[in-house]
């Protein structure tokens, strides 16, 4: 295989230089961290998991109208996406409380959310990715209000074609963390989805048992990660070749 240009590496992938102009390599690796890099670990297999569960998942909302990076799969670990100028911000889309709103609201986890929340946060390391209002968005320029709108607009569709989605292979979608970026094509800009859709960007409970599986079983030492993750692709009916 050619060696690439690296372009980026961030905690679970690494992003090389693309054959053509416009275009990266997004690379998948076993590595897992929590706690903003305070618990870091390897779980074997999960870089090829998340790499078929995202080509899946980007497909599928692509079919549907959502624009995504997602180009097509190279290989086992490698897929070819369009390259974006990233908003710097995460969007995370809950249907059920967990995690840290049910840490920072004192609201039980599992409490069914009477209707679906988008909240933003700013993606800084250093800073612990902190919770941000539109407010803070604006100001600092991150994004402008009809980019946020457009934001919410397509969180909220994504939140309803793959809770539905889930749903039907008898997993509830609790939450899901999605990035965006900004695309050009002839002078236009777009807003497209980006980044990955898997286990460990989503909480993924089953719907008879509420038995967690997604990244939650490293996060919380639950054991059987891969196999969880593994058990995800299986119900999508995608599993790895090899
Ligand atoms: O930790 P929190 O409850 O805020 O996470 C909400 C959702 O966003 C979870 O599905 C989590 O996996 C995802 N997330 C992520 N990357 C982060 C923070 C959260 O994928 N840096």
Redesign the pocket.
């Known amino acids: 295989m050619t060696r690439r240009r690296q372009v980026y590496e961030g905690k679970a992938k690494v992003l090389f230089e693309g054959p053509e102009p416009g275009t990266l390599v997004q690379y998948f690796k076993d590595d897992a961290t929590a706690f903003n890099n305070k618990k870091k670990g390897t779980i074997t297999g999960k870089g090829v998991l998340n790499n078929r569960i995202s080509e899946y998942l980007m497909t599928r909302l692509g079919e549907v109208g959502i624009p995504t990076h997602f180009v097509r799969r190279l290989n086992m670990r490698e897929q070819l996406i369009k390259e974006v100028e990233i908003i710097p911000l ?1 969007v ?1 889309v809950r249907n059920v409380a ?4 049910a840490t920072r609201l004192g609201v039980a986890e599992g409490t069914m959310l009477p209707r679906s929340i988008v909240e933003f ?1 700013y993606k800084n390391d250093e800073l612990g ?1 902190p919770l941000v209002s539109e407010e803070h968005i604006t100001c600092f320029g991150w994004a402008n209000p009809q980019e946020i709108d457009e934001l919410m607009h397509l969180a909220l569709r994504i939140n309803d074609f793959l809770s539905g989605l889930f749903l039907g292979i008898g997993i509830r979608l609790v ?3 999605l990035e965006f970026g900004r695309w050009w094509q002839n002078d236009e800009m777009r807003i497209i989805l980006a980044d990955e859709i898997s286990p ?4 993924l409970w089953d719907l008879k048992t509420n038995e967690k599986m ?2 939650d079983r490293f996060r919380r030492d639950l054991g059987n990660v891969a196999e969880a993750y593994q058990e995800v692709a299986r119900r999508l009916g995608i599993l790895p070749e090899g």
């Open positions: 995460e995370v967990a995690g840290s709103l946060y990715d939450d899901f963390k460990d960007s989503a909480r997604d990244k």
